[in-house]
């Protein structure tokens, strides 16, 4: 491959354009198409970017130059995009949640096998330097109980947004909360059995529970839970918190701080935060995905978790991972 990282981008929305302003700063990347189903936003970010602009996937992904593409769509909108760079081989990274339902996404994730691809979901909380931190005090520690919470205000606004419908996004489980769900296991393990309760008390206008209390099993052993609202004016400090009590210690994560107690002792570090997309980039440059902490096979677990919840508040009773995913208990 040239030193240049030739990267195209589908979708231009809000969180595409994060990624895109951090690839524009990256010397070894070089962005030279973007495309998106809404033609101003496509040109838009065209301008910004001397790209080539595109209305359909299909056209950008047929230039026969991408080293890479950014697949920055609604959950809804998943599917053909990552079959289509599969197909042509180009190695993507796909914002989370990766599909709606499980089959597609462990469609996708064997197809990316078998092709041996490089790809990398958009977990960035994962390449935060709380959390090298938070793993190196874990390391080998017996976690008993991890206390989970995705509180924001997200709610508000037009009822007839694809967020706020369940058959477009999953509700706030699959769209925002499997930030907190993948974190749990990135630091405390596996999850084993969630058992869930959904309730609508405020937002009387959307079809997606506004507040989700859910109990966790670890595989390790460990207790959890997770609660989660987007229904109150509250903005977003309360978003993605994590407690875990281990040994004689507590340790509360967030992205930006990380404080920890142990023997009367408090310490606290903010660490530089991680860059998914250098991440990313560099690993396309040298043909090596070790870097990547996401990669697409382990994002299907995450999203497994999240319908797990869903199904649990569905049923009124435990739901196992396994079952989910379609593995027996005894594998």
């Not at 078998?114 to 490089?118: S, V």
């Not at 142990?262 to 991680?274: F, H, K």
């Given at each position: 491959m040239s030193e240049i990282v030739k990267v195209g981008c589908i979708g231009c929305g809000g969180n595409a354009r994060g990624h895109i302003g951090r690839v524009?700063?990256?010397?070894e990347a070089k962005i030279v198409g973007v495309c998106d189903v809404v033609e101003d936003l496509s040109r838009a970010a065209a301008n910004d970017t001397g790209a080539s602009f595109y209305t359909d996937h299909r056209a950008l992904l047929d230039r026969?130059?991408?080293d890479a593409v950014y697949i920055s769509v609604p959950v809804f909108a998943h599917g053909a995009p990552e079959f289509d760079a599969i197909e042509r081989g180009i190695p993507f990274l796909v914002e989370k949640p990766v599909a709606l339902e499980m089959a597609m996404a462990q469609e996708i994730a064997a197809r990316v096998e078998?092709?041996?691809?490089?790809t990398a979901v958009g977990y960035q909380l994962r390449y935060a330097g709380t959390v090298d931190r938070a793993r190196e005090l874990l390391a080998g520690k017996r976690v008993g109980l991890v206390v989970g919470k995705y509180w924001c205000d997200s709610g508000a606004g037009d009822p007839s947004r694809w967020v706020r419908q369940m058959s477009r996004s999953g509700g706030q489980l699959v769209e925002q909360a499997t930030h907190t769900i993948d974190m749990m296991?990135?630091?405390?393990?596996?999850?084993?059995?969630?058992?869930?309760?959904?309730?609508?008390?405020?937002?009387d206008q959307i079809d997606c529970p506004d507040f989700n209390a859910i109990t966790l099993k670890f595989k390790n052993g460990a207790a959890g839970s997770l609660t989660t609202s987007w229904a109150s004016s509250i903005g977003w400090s309360n978003a993605n918190v994590l407690d875990i009590?281990?040994?004689?210690?507590?340790?509360?994560?967030?992205?930006?701080?990380l404080t920890v107690?142990?023997?009367?002792?408090?310490?606290?570090?903010?660490?530089?935060?991680?860059?998914?997309?250098?991440?990313?980039?560099?690993?396309?440059?040298?043909?090596?995905?070790?870097?990547?902490?996401?990669p697409y096979s382990d994002a299907v677990i995450s999203l497994a978790v999240s319908l797990a919840m869903n199904q649990s508040a569905r049923e009124g009773r435990p739901t196992?991972?396994?079952t989910v995913l379609g593995v027996s208990q005894g594998n």
């Open positions: 524009l700063g990256i010397p026969g130059d991408l078998k092709r041996g691809l490089i296991r990135y630091l405390v393990g596996e999850i084993e059995e969630v058992f869930c309760v959904s309730v609508s008390r405020v937002l009590l281990y040994e004689n210690a507590l340790l509360n994560w967030t992205y930006g701080k107690q142990s023997d009367g002792a408090v310490e606290e570090t903010s660490p530089n935060v991680g860059d998914i997309d250098r991440v990313f980039i560099d690993a396309v440059q040298r043909g090596d995905a070790a870097g990547i902490r996401s196992r991972i396994d």
